[in-house]
């Protein structure tokens, strides 16, 4: 009740500001009044600098009536009496110009005056009507509010009409037998004298379309968990699907446990409108500085309302808690946040998994796959660096094989180790690659790839392998390329398409010669991963090599 009386209250005051006085139309603005009541007129021209001037339009003699008098600039009726019908002027002057304004005032014997305004409200639409006795409220005195409707009391004990302090009377959602005149009228003393103030609004139902307001949906969160920790920040971010336009009476807002995001210190809202696609979104964040305990397991709710509607996403915080964090992971993939924590949670563990994995089924597994193939991969490095023996060289000859032969038991073809020299004949190069189910290219920063091509004297930037490998990799996905860079960045526009197509494709495992003997634990870790990522790559290894090395 009290969020919806909120929000009422609002979008009431932004559809009533679209319906100020109609009868600004340069003409006199015309004011019903009854006899016996209180009315003060305020002339719209008046600012603090300037001196008004009030006379009585109409009549030959432009003296004030009786019962009417000046009073703050303002023209006071007290009482209003039904000679005082008619027209007054009041006039702006300064040294230079001077500018006037009239005004109608119609005196009735009626209860409650005629109204100065007709408002029309679509059906079915929450509205509210504003009492607009701005002067008087001004005056500051005690005062008693009361609304009527066709000069009946207004009902107030039902719920769904609230009067809050300055007359705002909230209406339920309109039908029909709601139009008719409504009154508000103000008990004040003034001086020690009682009295009564009245302005009446007329409000007629529209048939009108209420769909103007799209539907309004929640994205996210739907029921998310965030894991956070007491004491820190927190962001949490909403996004609401609100049709195909910005509209004014849509409002974003949050409540924690029920109570208005904005009732707490150290919590910040925003929102705003996105446009993706022709389509408008609400988009709404709600930081908190220090999350509090308070904070945890209660519904943390996004709200979205128009005029018509109030939809709302709702999410929970947590606390980091290891022993649940991997079921809260799987349980709120809808969230943005936690969707992100669990893909870089998937990238870090997918190799251990997959080596775990393969671990596990060549341990019990007894049949080996039987493809034939006598290496797991052929090693292929531009031959001017074999002969340098410079970094590639080394990584190529000495540290590849130590990890992957000595440690784990893989059958390497390295070139420039495993062919006899002089023999770079092409069907020994093919027949070596096709018994190979991995062709690992090393590539260096230095350009090495490219000037070991010259050897050959074609065209082609590529080693004999590497084409024929490439080829086959490209038509058949076998042998499977890794691309391995040594002390890179490599250049690859220097290199073959096919080349950059596998990097782009399924990028490239980064060494740096500066591992073998660090201490860093940046350095260490990334060695770690390094090995860890070209295993994964590599075929797994059959049970009986396995054991055969541990
Ligand atoms: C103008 O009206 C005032 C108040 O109604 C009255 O006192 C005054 O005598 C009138 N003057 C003339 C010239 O009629
Ligand atoms: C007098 O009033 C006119 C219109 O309100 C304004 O443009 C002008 O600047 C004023 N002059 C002085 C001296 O205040
Ligand atoms: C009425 O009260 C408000 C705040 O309480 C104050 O700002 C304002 O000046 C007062 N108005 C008058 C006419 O005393
Ligand atoms: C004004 O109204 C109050 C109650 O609303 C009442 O107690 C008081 O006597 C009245 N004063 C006069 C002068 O009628
Ligand atoms: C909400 O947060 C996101 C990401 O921090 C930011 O891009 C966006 O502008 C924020 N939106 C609002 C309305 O503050
Ligand atoms: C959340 O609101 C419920 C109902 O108002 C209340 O019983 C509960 O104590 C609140 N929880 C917290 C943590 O404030």
């Keep these: 009740m009290a969020a919806g009386g909120w929000v009422c209250f609002l979008t009431g005051l932004l559809s009533l500001a679209s319906a100020v006085d109609h009868n600004h139309n340069g003409e006199a603005d015309t004011y019903h009044v009854s006899v016996g009541h209180l009315f003060l007129l305020k002339c719209q021209l008046a ?84 009492c607009k006795q701005t002067e008087i409220f001004r005056l500051n005195l005690t005062r008693k509010i009361r609304w009527m409707k066709d000069c009946q009391p207004v009902q107030l004990d039902e719920e769904s009409i609230y009067l809050n302090v300055d007359g705002f009377m909230r209406l339920p959602a309109v039908s029909e037998r709601d139009a008719g005149k409504y009154t508000c009228l103000i008990d004040i003393t003034v001086d020690g004298q009682n009295y009564t103030t009245a302005r009446s609004i007329q409000l007629t139902v529209k048939n009108g379309a209420p769909e103007v307001f799209p539907e309004l949906h929640v994205m996210s969160p739907l029921n998310d968990v965030v894991i956070v920790q007491v004491g820190k920040r927190a962001e949490l971010q909403c996004l609401a699907y609100t049709g195909f336009s910005e509209d004014a009476e849509i409002f974003m807002y949050w409540t924690i446990n029920g109570t208005y995001a904005s009732d707490y210190t150290g919590l910040k809202e925003s929102w705003t409108f996105i446009h993706d696609r022709g389509k408008v979104y609400g988009q709404s964040n709600l930081s908190i500085s220090i999350v509090r305990h308070e904070f945890l397991n ?59 994995y393969r671990k596990l089924t060549t341990t019990f597994s007894k049949q080996q796959v039987a493809d034939g193939k006598l290496y797991d991969a052929y090693v292929s490095v531009g031959q001017s660096a074999m002969l340098s023996l410079d970094g590639v060289a080394c990584f ?4 590849l094989p130590e990890e992957l032969e000595q440690k784990h038991g893989y059958y390497l073809y390295i070139r ?37 091509v010259q050897p050959w004297g074609n065209q082609s930037q590529l080693l004999y392998e590497q084409k024929v490998g490439l080829h086959d990799a490209l ?10 860079e040594v002390d890179g960045p490599v ?45 994964c790559n590599m075929p797994a290894l059959s049970a009986r090599r396995l054991q055969s090395i541990t």
């Design 416 to 452: 420039g180790r495993d062919d006899c020299p002089g023999e770079a004949v092409h069907d020994v190069i093919t027949a070596a690659v096709h018994q190979c189910r991995r062709l690992i290219i090393i590539l260096s920063s230095h350009g090495k790839t490219k000037e070991t």
């Design 47 to 130: 600012d603090a600098h300037s001196e008004i001037m009030w006379s009585r339009g109409d009549s030959g003699n432009e003296s004030l009536p009786t019962g009417v008098e000046v009073r703050d600039g303002l023209l006071w009726f007290r009482p209003v009496q039904i000679t005082h019908t008619g027209s007054y002027i009041c006039e702006k002057r300064n040294e230079t110009t001077s500018s006037k304004r009239r005004f109608r005032v119609l005196v009735s014997r009626k209860d409650c005056p005629d109204p100065n305004e007709d408002i029309s409200v679509i059906k079915r639409v929450r509205d509210g009507l504003r």
């Design 298 to 356: 209660v519904p943390i709710n996004c709200h979205i309302s128009s005029p018509v509607e109030e939809k709302l996403g709702k999410a929970w915080l947590q606390e980091a808690d290891h022993s649940v964090f991997y079921m809260n992971v799987a349980i709120c993939l809808s969230a943005p946040i936690t969707l992100l924590l669990l893909t870089a949670f998937f990238f870090i563990c997918k190799v251990d998994l997959i080596l775990a």
């Design 491 to 535: 250049d690859y526009s220097q290199l073959p398409e096919s080349l950059s197509y596998i990097k782009r494709t399924q990028g490239a495992l980064e060494w740096k010669n500066s591992f073998v003997k660090t201490n860093n634990p940046t350095q260490l870790y990334l060695k770690r991963n390094f090995w860890k990522n070209l295993r």
């Design 396 to 399: 190529a000859l000495q540290i």
């Design 475 to 484: 038509m058949h996905n076998d042998p499977k390329v890794i691309l391995v």
